[in-house]
């Protein structure tokens, strides 16, 4: 037993079992290069700026893969490789401290790392793993040997961005962090079945219908829908619209179930009457399949919200209608499921004619003034952004303890004194309302977020704060040329989006400012109700996991709903 957990822990430590994972399910006979392999591995060579033509890199990538011979993961036994592998380990001195990721990234360029330790005048360097304080609430895990010192534009900048971040959120006093945590501690013990069950597991729990459908988008992944069919007896009377929900960013259908009957939206539409449908962006726990693509590989993950929006929302929108004979939905999106509504809308005008009404909670279009730190340090024009970008790497968004700490858990872990909550990257990145921190449910919310996307989508909205405007996904300049045939990334036309829209926002949502927010609503062209929550904490999500949310949120969407 021993043994054998020994054995297993060093193959961890080398990082080799996720290259057993990915051989046993490629296939053998090679790789089969997308042409957006190209673009992404061309991406990265943009950061050691070249010129160089399109085909003159392809022709230099192909050599490259020539001499590489046998790549890491085919060929080889897995036996020969381990040895190449510990052999590469020993030879390669910079590799004795590289940290494997589980999304196969390697740490080899941390953000910044040994903070100095000044003491009498005396600055002396800090040990391996060592935290050390050197702004009143900012604290950054250390790397041996990569003294690589934050400069003092990154400390201002870094201080900036989590001081904004932190004035939009509601303080905890030392003796309310202290029962928090006890509060906390707690409710960890408690076993709660919800935190396992996936979406239908719920349904069923709670005696509602459910149905599973799996569709596949013209590009070739698999989305699955959740169906809740109206019950019976409310069909008899009237037939009542479908309603398509779609879940935000690092979510899935699930956070719209997680509070319960009673609660969640999911389930207070359905009482209403309402067929619903509950939606899977691609790269979610439920949405991991594609006809050649294995997730375990980076061109899966080859996607922003521009895919997202133009191939699986038409997909899924098109299969609820027909699958429940309708001509027209009610569209629901939180987060991420507002951008992609709006980008579907403004490229695809036909779409509007099947909207009753867009409700947008927390829409994120305009992001020039949003908060939250993670997006605000992969902005392009952010002094982090290059080695968070070298460090997240061109797949899934899947970033290690010691990322989610320096984009802001450590801050937050300061600020709420909750280290489980700061240690879970959608809350990092979307803020903590501590007035909504609900010992029962977020240990279960936990369980079921973060539910997966690709890093793409994260950098896009990085874009999105740089950039004025809501455009398609930046390449950069060359292959933007290659792609859209401009050197910009086109910009998503506003002007298309005739469907009915009711923005729902908060002060202090991390990622929808009521700023951008406003802009939104005065650039769509139809005339759009704005409706901010009345309650000066309401978080990012909140919309979807606070108890609050029923009565501040749901009650007058379903409203708005039954009255039209
Ligand atoms: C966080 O909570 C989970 C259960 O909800 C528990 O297993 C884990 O140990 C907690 N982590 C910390 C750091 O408290
Ligand atoms: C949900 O769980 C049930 C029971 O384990 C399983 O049969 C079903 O396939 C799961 N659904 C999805 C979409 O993962």
Request: glycine share 4%; charged share 20%.
């Amino acid at each position: 037993m021993k043994a054998a957990c020994a054995l297993v822990c060093f193959a961890l430590a080398q990082g080799i079992t996720a290259n057993i994972f990915k051989r046993s399910h490629r296939p053998t006979d090679g790789l089969i290069v997308q042409p957006l392999d190209y673009i992404n591995q061309y991406q990265q060579q943009l950061y050691q700026p070249q010129e160089q033509t399109y085909q003159e890199y392809i022709q230099q990538l192909k050599q490259q893969q020539k001499k590489q011979q046998k790549p890491q993961y085919y060929g080889s036994s897995s036996h020969e490789s381990s040895q190449q592998d510990s052999k590469e380990w020993n030879n390669n001195e910079q590799q004795k401290y590289v940290t494997l990721r589980s999304s196969g990234q390697k740490w080899d360029k941390p953000l910044f790392t040994a903070i100095m330790k000044v003491q009498n005048d005396v600055v002396e360097p800090s040990a391996y793993g060592q935290n050390i304080m050197w702004s009143r609430d900012i604290q950054m895990p250390l790397k041996q040997k990569h003294h690589e010192l934050p400069t003092v534009a990154q400390q201002q900048e870094l201080k900036k961005i989590f001081a904004e971040a932190q004035e939009s959120m509601k303080h905890p006093t030392s003796e309310e962090k202290v029962q928090l945590n006890q509060v906390f501690a707690a409710a960890a013990q408690v076993h709660n079945e919800d935190d396992h069950l996936n979406a239908t597991e719920l349904l069923k729990k709670y005696k509602y219908p459910v149905e599973e459908h799996e569709i596949k988008t013209e590009d070739g992944y698999y989305l699955t829908l959740f169906h809740i069919p109206p019950m019976k007896l409310i069909r008899d009377v009237t037939k009542k619209p479908v309603v398509f929900l779609m879940h935000g960013l690092l979510g899935s259908a699930d956070d719209w179930l997680l509070m319960g009957p009673g609660k969640s939206l999911a389930y207070l539409l359905s009482d209403a009457g309402y067929d619903v449908w509950l939606g899977n962006a691609r790269g979610n726990k439920y949405s991991r399949r594609h006809v050649s693509k294995h997730p375990a590989m980076n061109d899966f993950w080859q996607f922003s919200n521009d895919e997202v929006a133009l191939q699986d929302l038409p997909a899924m929108i098109d299969y609820a209608l027909e699958t429940s004979a309708q001509q027209k939905l009610y569209y629901v999106g939180h987060s991420q499921g507002t951008t992609a509504f709006f980008a579907l809308t403004a490229s695809k005008p036909e779409y509007n004619d099947k909207i009753i009404m867009m409700y947008a909670l927390a829409p994120m279009v305009y992001m020039k003034h949003a908060r939250s730190p993670l997006i605000r340090m992969i902005a392009p024009t952010s002094p982090f952004e290059q080695s968070l970008h070298h460090e997240i790497g061109h797949g899934e968004f899947n970033p290690s303890q010691e990322l989610i700490a320096t984009v802001g858990g450590q801050m937050l872990w300061n600020e709420i004194g909750s280290k489980n909550v700061s240690s879970n990257v959608n809350f990092v990145m979307s803020g903590v309302n501590i007035d909504s921190v609900t010992p029962e449910l977020t240990p279960v919310i936990m369980r079921h977020v973060p539910a997966g996307t690709s890093t793409r989508v994260i950098k896009q909205y990085g874009q999105q704060v740089t950039g004025d405007d809501f455009r398609k996904y930046d390449f950069g300049p060359a292959i933007n040329q290659k792609v859209y045939g401009s050197v910009e990334a086109p910009k998503y036309d506003m002007q298309n989006v005739k469907a009915p829209v009711t923005l729902y926002y908060a002060e202090e949502d991390w990622l929808a400012s009521p700023v951008d927010v406003t802009r939104l609503q005065q650039v769509l062209p139809t005339p759009v109700t704005a409706y901010k929550v009345p309650e000066p904490h309401f978080s990012h999500l909140d919309f979807q996991f606070s108890t609050k949310a029923p009565e501040l949120v749901y009650k007058q969407l379903i409203e708005s709903m039954n009255n039209a």
